[in-house]
């Protein structure tokens, strides 16, 4: 079982067993496909300076998740935030991913620094956001959870969902 600990002079100490770094690993490389997916103006010549063609949410309820509208009551207005703002959050997930797949290369065990920590938790976030709306989960998804026939496909996805709130609840409370 992983564990999770403030470490005496700064920083968080974070143990992982094997089966878990490796799924925290593959919850990140997923991760970093998806941002890849239907990533806004790369080709545009305004992509260098962050800048999108794109004024509409992703497609993917995942990524329209991951990439809600700035401004709900105003189409327009919210357009307008989404090419400013979309090419820099996704960066900023991607790198936050990155650094979470870097320091799982250290090993087992690991001691984050205090911004490596405030990295792990978006990440973690960004991966509990993305599993939690393709289980589509609710106020009652414990309850669900518990019903669910182990054969049924969803059931792993829940317990990684499950872990990784734990493992997010942890990190959160070692760091403050």
């Known amino acids: 079982?992983?564990?999770?600990?403030?470490?005496?002079?700064?920083?968080?100490?974070?143990r992982l067993e094997p089966e878990e770094a490796a799924l925290v690993r593959a919850l990140m490389e997923q991760l970093l496909a998806l941002l890849d997916q239907d990533a806004p103006g790369r080709g545009d010549e305004l992509a260098?300076?962050?800048i999108s063609e794109r004024t509409s949410p992703p497609d993917d309820p995942v990524l329209a998740r991951l990439f809600p509208d700035g401004y709900r009551e105003d189409d327009r207005a919210a357009g307008e935030f989404r090419r400013y703002t979309e090419l820099g959050l996704?960066?900023?997930k991607r790198e936050a991913a990155q650094t979470v797949l870097k320091t799982l290369d250290r090993g087992p065990r690991t001691v984050l620094d205090d911004e490596e920590a405030q990295i792990w938790l978006r990440a973690l976030?960004?991966?509990?956001?993305?599993?939690?709306?393709r289980l589509d989960?609710?106020?009652?998804?414990?309850e669900e959870a518990a019903e669910l026939d182990p054969a049924d496909p969803r059931t792993p996805m829940f317990a990684a969902y499950d872990w990784l709130t734990m493992l997010q609840e942890s990190l959160v409370r070692a760091v403050w």
């Open 48 to 50: 260098a300076v962050g």
């Open 90 to 92: 996704r960066d900023g």
């Open 1 to 14: 079982m992983s564990a999770v600990k403030r470490v005496r002079g700064g920083g968080v100490s974070v």
């Open 125 to 133: 976030n960004d991966v509990r956001l993305a599993l939690g709306t």
């Open 137 to 142: 989960i609710s106020e009652q998804w414990y």
